[in-house]
C-alpha cells in the first residue's frame, strides 16, 4: 500500500462532499464498488495536488486525456 500526502479535516471535508455530490448527480450509490472507485480516484487526485472542491470536481469530469498522468476511471 502506497500512502501519499495527509489531508487536513478541511480537505477531507471537501474531498467527502465532492464525493456525495459527484455519486448524487450520477446515480451512485457511494457504498457500491463504483462509489469506491470514484472515493479512490478523489484520493488520487488529492495525492497529486488537487485541493479544493472546484478542483476535484473539474478534475472528475474533466475528458480522460485531461486528466493528471496515471489517473484513469478503469
Known amino acids: 500500500m502506497r500512502y501519499g500526502p495527509t489531508a487536513n479535516p478541511d480537505q477531507v471535508t471537501a474531498m467527502s ?4 455530490a459527484y455519486c448524487r448527480k450520477a446515480g451512485i450509490n457511494p457504498e457500491t464498488p463504483e ?3 470514484v472515493a479512490s480516484l478523489i484520493l488520487a487526485l ?4 488537487i485541493r479544493g472542491e472546484n478542483e476535484f470536481w473539474k478534475a472528475l ?3 480522460k486525456q485531461r486528466l493528471p498522468r496515471g489517473l484513469h476511471w478503469g
Open 35 to 37: 462509489g469506491k472507485r
Open 17 to 20: 462532499r465532492v464525493l456525495a
Open 61 to 63: 469530469v474533466a475528458p
Open 46 to 49: 488529492h495525492e497529486v495536488g
